[in-house]
């Protein structure tokens, strides 16, 4: 299966930036291939635009998913499905369910190492 993954969010906040490195790993670690583009914002405090495509298959046909970690998200005209949670690593946990064949292992080790208990338990409470 293929999809389109648009995240919305902050550039400037550090916890984004690990959701966002954590997402490509585990993606690229599932054997899918990952291309990653986004819109340069006018305005460097705008929540950002974040584009990845993961192309499992050699089908044409993709699923657009929207992870939305700032609720900016007001209307969409795309069919999508739109994922919006307060808690990051809930909300990874809820994307990385969506998408078909991919395993968690990377960002639970990553959770593990970083002794972040918490948000390990909200990670595997939206995945599980």
Request: with cysteine.
């Amino acid at each position: 299966m293929n999809y389109i993954v648009n995240m919305i969010g902050n550039l400037r906040d550090l916890e984004f930036l690990d959701i966002l490195k954590l997402t490509l790993i585990t993606a690229e670690e599932s054997d899918y291939s990952v291309t990653i583009s986004s819109k340069p914002t006018k305005n460097p405090f705008d929540y950002a635009l974040i584009c990845i495509e993961l192309k499992g298959s050699n089908k044409n046909s993709y699923q657009n998913i929207i992870a939305d970690f700032e609720n900016a998200l007001l209307d969409t005209k795309i069919e999508a499905t739109i994922i919006q949670d307060t808690d990051f690593y809930s909300l990874l946990g809820k994307l990385l369910k969506q998408i078909e064949d991919i395993n968690p292992s990377f960002v639970i080790g990553f959770l593990l190492d970083k002794n972040k208990h918490k948000e390990l338990e909200a990670f595997k409470a939206s995945f599980y």
